[in-house]
Structure formats: structure tokens, C-alpha cells
């Protein structure tokens, strides 16, 4: 399967503890993205990677979500000290990351995670 | 007001019917537009992009509206396997993608 990966699929954690998501892109694209995403709600995002370098992350991504993509290949997120409300969908996307039809972004399964 | 908005649905119509959907968007600069289909508990998948002169891809059509600020879908001769959310997205360049809350599609036999 050349498409989109991420791991696990499934998490569920108790309040306060940390996870961590991996997402691997497909190959040959350059940008990743992650994204949030609850129940009767379009995906939010949360930040995007060029290669390895972070370049945007939204106001929603609070001190305890971190991001990295240390050699421009796959990418994890953490979130540490999980609440309740982290309770959500995350969605792995990757592009080409050019101009036009390249910037299309193809969707990972997801993970969905379970704060108790 | 949201950067982009969608009416939630459902839409429930029969086999065969045509069904359309609106999005509308508040960033002026906006310059990419794309249709996303997502089928329950699945991941969000690319059906269309849409072009200023408006495009087709089969029983697909997409239009912009730039001076009014809306993206249209219309789906002709609906069938069973058509019944997913319908996401509207839209890009300014060199931005983060920004996605509508997604218009809900049932196709009734």
C-alpha cells in the first residue's frame, strides 16, 4: 500500500498521560499536515510540515501538542498531559506541495483517540 | 463568522434525483478550491478540484463564484453509493487548507 499510514489506529489513555501518533506520508511528498477532527466537524488544522520544517501551526495547538518531522519522511505528534477534550480523530495528510493540481492532499486512516 | 461555512444537511433524496450543495467562504484571497468526499468513520477523500471557468467529472459538477464567494456541487442521477458528507475546502496559496463542517448526503432507494 503506497498510500498514507498512521499508527496505532486506535488509543485509548487515561486523563493526564502522554501520547504519541506516527504518520508516514507517501513518498515522494514533500508537505505533511496534521489535522483534528470531532464528530459532525470538518477537519482542523493543526500544523504542516515542508519537508522537516515546521511552518505553520494553529492557534488551536496549545503547549502540550508538539510535532516533528525530523527527516522530512514520517512525522509524529504528542500530546502530553491528555484531557478529556483531546478526545478527537487525527488525521495525517501529505502533498506534492506545488502550485496546481500537486497540492491535492490524500488522507491517512486516522487516529482516533479516547481520553478517559 | 466561519472562514467557511456548509449547510450541515441532511439531504436526504431518492435514487436518480439531482442534489446541490453550497459552500460559502469569507477570505477574498482565497485561490484553491476542492471538494472532499468522507463516508462514515473513513478518512476525507479528494473528489474534485474546483476551476474558476467551473468543471465536470461525470455526474460531477463544480462551480465558483468568486464575486459572491461560493463554491457549488451538483450531483446529477444520485446513486445508493453516493450518501457520504460532502467537505468543502479552500486554500489561500501558500496557506493551511481550511475545511467546511461538511454537508451530510442520503440517497434513499
Known amino acids: 500500500d503506497t498510500g498514507v499510514s498512521q499508527d496505532p489506529r486506535h488509543k485509548i489513555t487515561k486523563r493526564g498521560q502522554n501520547v504519541t501518533f506516527r504518520c508516514d506520508p507517501i513518498?515522494?511528498?514533500?508537505?505533511l499536515y496534521w489535522y483534528r477532527q470531532t464528530l459532525g466537524q470538518g477537519p482542523e488544522f493543526l500544523t504542516y510540515?515542508?519537508?522537516?520544517?515546521?511552518?505553520?501551526k494553529s492557534r488551536l495547538l496549545s503547549d502540550r501538542f508538539s510535532a516533528e518531522r525530523p527527516k522530512g519522511s514520517f512525522s509524529t505528534l504528542e500530546i502530553q498531559r491528555t484531557e478529556q477534550g483531546d478526545s478527537a480523530m487525527y488525521l495525517c495528510a501529505s502533498s506534492l506541495g506545488v502550485a496546481g493540481a500537486g497540492n491535492e492532499q490524500f488522507f491517512g486512516p486516522g487516529t482516533r483517540l479516547t481520553v478517559l | 463568522r466561519k472562514e467557511v461555512e456548509q449547510d450541515p444537511g441532511p439531504f436526504n433524496v431518492p435514487e436518480g434525483a439531482t442534489v446541490a450543495f453550497n459552500c460559502t467562504y469569507s477570505n477574498s484571497a482565497s485561490q484553491s478550491f476542492f471538494w472532499y468526499r468522507q463516508d462514515c468513520r473513513k478518512e476525507p477523500k479528494l473528489l474534485m478540484s474546483?476551476?474558476?471557468s467551473g468543471n465536470e467529472d461525470g455526474r460531477f459538477t463544480a462551480q465558483l463564484n468568486r464575486a459572491s464567494q461560493y463554491i457549488s456541487l451538483l450531483i446529477r442521477d444520485s446513486k445508493l453509493s453516493d450518501s457520504a458528507t460532502y467537505l468543502c475546502v479552500v486554500r489561500i496559496y501558500g496557506q493551511n487548507f481550511v475545511f467546511g463542517p461538511g454537508t451530510r448526503l442520503s440517497v434513499l432507494p
Open positions: 474546483v476551476y474558476s
Open positions: 513518498s515522494e511528498h514533500n508537505r
Open positions: 510540515f515542508q519537508n522537516e520544517a515546521q511552518l505553520e
